[in-house]
């Protein structure tokens, strides 16, 4: 069974490269049957942030089939990281300041040293962090869009994977629940490379086989166009945005609105685009009045009465569906009936 694994950056909203992320992770397991886990790390693990978080994904019409949550497995990944230094390919790094920070690469040559003197400084109660033991040589990453990605061991070095407060690097932490949960792949950024590295070479310390990954393109926002201020007001009704992303990144029909059943069957690895492209507000508000032009009437008043915050009549609602092919989006949509609340005050 194919499984995606989405495993967003900490912050209280989605950034627009999550959504991007999530919604092509969502077509494509769901194109192929599959299932998609959801991978909250760190802060994003705090109940009133992954609501937050949660709600603006479900808002969208993501739904995920299962939650991790790394904050519930910390004893876990500790475990994992004790028995790589057991086997001798993973070491205790005490390279650490009195504010707990670990240096970039370790300065003192703790990967040599004896196993019973790292012990011994340990339970002496030396912090440390856990660094992986990389080696010489070089890593060669496969990636469904960039093919073979080679990287030099030198360029990646010793990396933590676990930080002296017992918390598990980004990395550490996704490559071991990507192996525990049967996650078979991974949809990121091209910019987010790095981390994918890491994560192979956790799976072959661990003697297993990573994921496949997938590394979208880089698209440009404009300066000016806040993304998610703008774009998840409400103004653009879920579905146009949802559209409109799969765009981006697959090679689709241009021109009509297309729906998420439409979008799911014709989503594919193959027909992801080589370039990322800009962001296009013009084309996302154009998409947006399509999409309210072939809207059911009970959709489409469920968006305005929520956006609005307010019950509508009867007649108002007749009267803004009527109108809904020349609405530009919601918040045209609430100035209308304000504007026939006002005329009706004033008679």
Request: net charge negative.
């Amino acid at each position: 069974m194919y499984k995606f694994a989405f495993s967003p950056e900490v912050a209280l909203s989605p950034s627009c490269d999550d959504i991007r992320v999530a919604v092509v992770s969502y077509l494509l397991g769901r194109h192929l049957d599959g299932a998609l886990m959801l991978r909250l790390s760190g802060a994003l693990s705090l109940e009133v942030i992954e609501d937050e978080f949660l709600e603006t994904l479900r808002w969208l019409g993501i739904e995920f089939d299962s939650i991790v949550r790394e904050v519930e497995r910390l004893y876990y990944y500790r475990e994992v990281a004790i028995s790589l230094v057991g086997i001798g390919k993973a070491y205790r790094c005490f390279c650490v300041d009195e504010g707990f920070k670990v240096l970039p690469r370790c300065a003192s040559g703790c990967g040599l040293l004896p196993s019973y003197e790292s012990e011994r400084r340990a339970e002496g109660g030396e912090p440390f962090a856990i660094r992986l033991r990389v080696g010489e040589g070089s890593v060669m990453l496969r990636d469904v869009l960039l093919g073979d990605v080679v990287v030099n061991n030198d360029t990646v070095g010793d990396f933590i994977i676990l930080y002296p407060d017992g918390s598990p690097s980004f990395g550490f932490a996704s490559s071991v629940d990507d192996m525990e949960f049967a996650v078979t792949h991974v949809v990121r950024e091209s910019s987010q490379v790095e981390w994918a590295m890491e994560e192979y070479l956790v799976a072959c310390a661990l003697d297993r086989v990573p994921p496949v990954f997938c590394h979208l393109p880089p698209v440009e926002y404009k300066k000016g166009e806040a993304f998610v201020d703008s774009v998840l007001s409400g103004n653009i009704v879920p579905e146009a945005l949802f559209d409109y992303v799969a765009r981006q990144v697959f090679s689709l029909e241009i021109g009509k609105a297309l729906s998420k059943e439409t979008l799911i069957k014709y989503a594919s690895f193959e027909g992801i685009k080589v370039k990322g492209g800009m962001f296009d507000m013009y084309e996302l508000e154009r998409l947006n009045r399509e999409h309210l032009k072939v809207m059911s009437e009970s959709r489409f008043l469920e968006l305005v009465e929520s956006h609005c915050g307010c019950s509508l009549t009867q007649r108002e609602k007749t009267v803004i569906y009527e109108q809904r092919e020349t609405l530009s989006g919601m918040d045209d949509a609430c100035k209308r009936i304000r504007r026939m609340r006002d005329s009706l005050e004033g008679i």
